[in-house]
């Protein structure tokens, strides 16, 4: 007679990593890794996607590459807090639901959905996460959007579920691992400490540049041209500098145009300041250029409004970008024609970009060829 496999009880898994303690304790350093992923994932949304609100300062010049940095290594580092978490508390799984307590089941049926949700929207924010530091989108959906949307999901479903859990969570938080008497369980903790320790140096270095001589995966820290990292190439955005190149600046009532030599003639400064791309790299450079204020001071234009910034790429999602009027009347706002003391590679967009402290790199808009004041 062939006898059915029974379902396993939560309380036959007796490994140390099983507990209350350790999955509160897991729980409670996923929840603050994913608080400060969540919350600079909005900043670096709402510098991109600025609502009428909002407003995002020049200074320090560092202050975005910190954000974003904090961005990506915070989620990095719940990648192995959620695999140690997930680990602990599976046998929660096969708990029976309470059939004839229908006031627990309700609150149990909530629990396992916002766990469902939680854990879908988790993997999902972190895998794509991971892809898009690696610039590798193998899927059609667009990825900020997408990410930003799923991002309020799992912290709503966050929420609900430490909202149900919350006086199990203060319980087992109360509970002391090192008098508990079965043993391990601080082992296990240590384990997944150190791999998120592990975890987050082996990719420090793509944003702290005094790590990237000890971390295995600072990718893009020191590689291209002029020792610059480069996302897109002029060669893949099409770009061909004409022979009549000149920068129009245009405003309400007026307009004027400048020849690189008109550029290269007015007072120029130096800056030395970071690129930060959202993928979670950063690389500091010496720019120099003409202050954007300067030079719409020498066109006669208004210096004290946001700017409407062109290129020459005539297509993509970040060809055109504006720069708030704080950052149009900061100094180090630059129209860069130069880089560490070499006239702009092409891939670095010459004949000019523009550099300004604080911005996302897909701002920084490269190829510039129109500059417009707006009202």
Avoid at 239 to 253: F, T
Avoid at 269 to 276: E, H, V
Wanted: hydrophobic letters at 50%; one cysteine or more; glycine letters at 10%.
């Amino acid at each position: 007679m062939i006898r059915r496999p029974s379902i396993p009880r939560p309380e036959d898994f007796t490994g140390p990593a099983h507990s209350a303690p350790v999955a509160a304790r897991l729980g409670l350093w996923l929840g603050v890794a994913f608080g400060l992923c969540f919350l600079t994932g909005l900043l670096s949304h709402a510098i991109q996607h600025p609502p009428g609100w909002f407003g995002w300062p020049s200074r320090p010049v560092n202050l975005y590459r910190i954000t974003q940095g904090v961005h990506v290594l915070s989620g990095i580092a719940a990648i192995p807090l959620l695999l140690a978490k997930l680990w602990s508390v599976y046998p929660r799984l096969f708990a029976r639901p309470p059939l004839r307590r229908p006031g627990r089941l309700v609150g149990h049926g909530l629990e396992r959905v916002s766990i469902l949700v939680l854990v879908c929207a988790a993997f999902f924010e972190l895998v794509t996460g991971v892809f898009n530091v690696a610039q590798a989108y193998p899927w059609r959906f667009f990825f900020p959007a997408a990410h930003h949307a799923v991002g309020w999901l799992a912290a709503g479903a966050l929420l609900v579920h430490v909202g149900v859990k919350l006086p199990l969570i203060r319980t087992a938080l109360a509970t002391r691992i090192g008098r508990d008497p079965v043993p391990g369980r601080r082992a296990f903790l240590r384990t997944a400490a150190g791999s998120t320790g592990v975890a987050v140096l082996g990719a420090a270095g793509v944003t702290v540049p005094w790590l990237r001589h000890v971390s295995a995966l600072s990718w893009r820290s020191a590689t291209g041209p002029q020792g610059v990292p480069v996302n897109r190439t002029a060669s893949a955005a099409g770009i061909a500098v004409p022979a009549d190149w000149r920068l129009e600046v245009v405003w309400a009532g007026g307009r004027r145009g400048f020849e690189l030599a008109d550029l290269a003639v007015l007072p120029q400064r130096t800056g030395r300041l970071p690129i930060a791309c959202v993928e979670g790299w950063s690389a500091t450079a010496d720019w120099t250029g003409v202050p954007v204020a300067d030079l719409l001071a020498a066109a006669g234009a208004p210096t004290d409004r946001p700017v409407r910034v062109g290129s020459l790429e005539e297509a993509g999602l970040y060809s055109r970008s504006v720069l708030p009027a704080l950052h149009v009347a900061d100094p180090l706002t630059l129209l860069a024609l130069r880089v560490n003391g070499e006239v702009l590679h092409p891939d670095h967009g010459f004949p000019c970009r523009i550099i300004a402290p604080s911005r996302p790199g897909v701002l920084q808009t490269k190829w510039v060829t129109r500059l417009e004041v707006l009202d």
